[in-house]
T-cell receptor
Framework: NAGVTQTPKFRVLKTGQSMTLLCAQD?????MYWYRQDPGMGLRLIHY???????AKGEVPDGYNVSRLKKQNFLLGLESAAPSQTSVYFC???????????????FGPGTRLTVT | KNQVEQSPQSLIILEGKNCTLQ??????????LRWYKQDTGRGPVSLTI?????NTKSNGRYTATLDADTKQSSLHITASQLSDSASYIC?????????????FGPGTSLSVIP
């Protein structure tokens, strides 16, 4: 089991360029998430998906789009990168989490993105 | 506002010593509290998860406590090792949401030195 994998590990973009980050999980999880982590702050949710073909906005969705065409994959797109999107991006996945359950999220290794 | 605070922001201890990290939260409605370890350049990895009715949870040399009345949690590390150097993140999950909605603390950076 590879768990959650992310591609690429590092990327440098110029302002205005676009790119797609790929997340893949082999645990048959229904839920998938994209977070960003910035210095001194907790991880913040960008978008999430509760199943194949579904996506929803999180706390900081502006400037990002997502797609979940297959259950195991969750893509994060930046259409026109800005310096404010310089961050470390983490993908996570989990089973369905009914209220009060113990289901937890499993995280990928992260993608370090720099926008100049 | 749902918020998770952690203290101290950073900590340096000698190998073999014990330490305690603190987490205060104002998250409602509360579902469970989790502690994650994040090594430099890696994703967070779960250490413990506690629901409302659990006061203590151990995972090897890591022991987490939860006081749901005062909305405080602590993570105690016993006999620290160099490999314990990492960021420790307190995460609180909300009840009754359509997905696993969680609030992350900023983390405590722990350095264990020889």
């Amino acid at each position: 089991n590879a768990g959650v994998t992310q591609t690429p590990k590092f990327r440098v973009l110029k302002t205005g360029q676009s790119m797609t980050l790929l997340c893949a999980q082999d645990m048959n999880h229904e839920y998938m998430y994209w977070y960003r982590q910035d210095p001194g702050m907790g991880l913040r949710l960008i978008h999430y998906s509760v199943g194949e073909g579904t996506t929803a906005k999180g706390e900081v969705p502006d400037g990002y789009n997502v797609s979940r065409l297959k259950k195991q994959n969750f893509l994060l797109g930046l259409e026109s990168a800005a310096p404010s999107q310089t961050s470390v991006y983490f993908c996570a996945s989990s089973f369905f989490a009914p209220s009060g359950s113990r289901y937890e999220q499993y995280f990928g290794p992260g993608t370090r993105l720099t926008v100049t | 506002k749902n918020q998770v605070e952690q203290s101290p922001q950073s900590l340096i201890i000698l190998e073999g010593k014990n330490c305690t990290l603190q987490c205060n939260y104002t998250v409602s409605p509360f579902s469970n509290l989790r502690w994650y370890k994040q090594d430099t350049g890696r994703g967070p990895v779960s250490l413990t998860i506690m629901t409302f009715s659990e006061n203590t949870k151990s995972n090897g040399r890591y022991t987490a406590t939860l006081d749901a009345d005062t909305k405080q949690s602590s993570l105690h590390i016993t006999a620290s090792q160099l490999s314990d150097s990492a960021s420790y993140i307190c995460v609180v999950a909300l009840l009754e949401t359509s997905y696993d909605k969680v609030i992350f603390g900023p983390g405590t950076s722990l350095s264990v030195i020889p």
